[in-house]
Nanobody
Framework: QVQLVESGGGLVQAGGSLRLSCAAS????????MGWFRQAPGKEREFVAA????????YYSDSVKGRFTISRDNAQNTRYLQMNSLKPDDTAVYYC????????????????WGKGTLVTVSS
């Protein structure tokens, strides 16, 4: 059974940083495309960042490009999302997503979802 567990969310002031982690069990991250999505209150879930398992190519939405960095630790079977220069518009529940069938992914191309971690950015 595949489980994705996110951690690292919380409350931060605008301009601050957070690092989210996604730990996997039942799935080997080194052999699967994975990424992050987010869903703000009243909005649809949207793509944030992704990394391919072949070559480690990264993909970012325009709204986070230059501020967020997705990285991987294959030895720990963990993926990270470093979020810098956070803005109030980044407030959302962030979801780890794995076994993406296309890159960059849409919500329909995600096989496994985590339960999410809340990020709140205050102004």
């Amino acid at each position: 059974q595949v489980q994705l567990v996110e951690s690292g969310g919380g409350l931060v002031q605008a301009g601050g940083s957070l690092r989210l982690s996604c730990a996997a069990s039942g799935l080997t991250f080194s052999r699967t495309n994975m990424g992050w999505f987010r869903q703000a209150p009243g909005k649809e879930r949207e793509f944030v960042a992704a990394v391919s398992w072949i070559g480690g190519r990264t993909y970012y939405s325009d709204s986070v490009k230059g501020r967020f960095t997705i990285s991987r630790d294959n030895a720990q079977n963990t993926r990270y999302l470093q979020m810098n220069s956070l803005k109030p518009d980044d407030t959302a529940v962030y979801y780890c997503a794995a076994a993406l069938t296309e890159l960059p992914p849409g919500p329909g191309s995600v096989t496994y979802w985590g339960k999410g971690t809340l990020v709140t950015v205050s102004s």
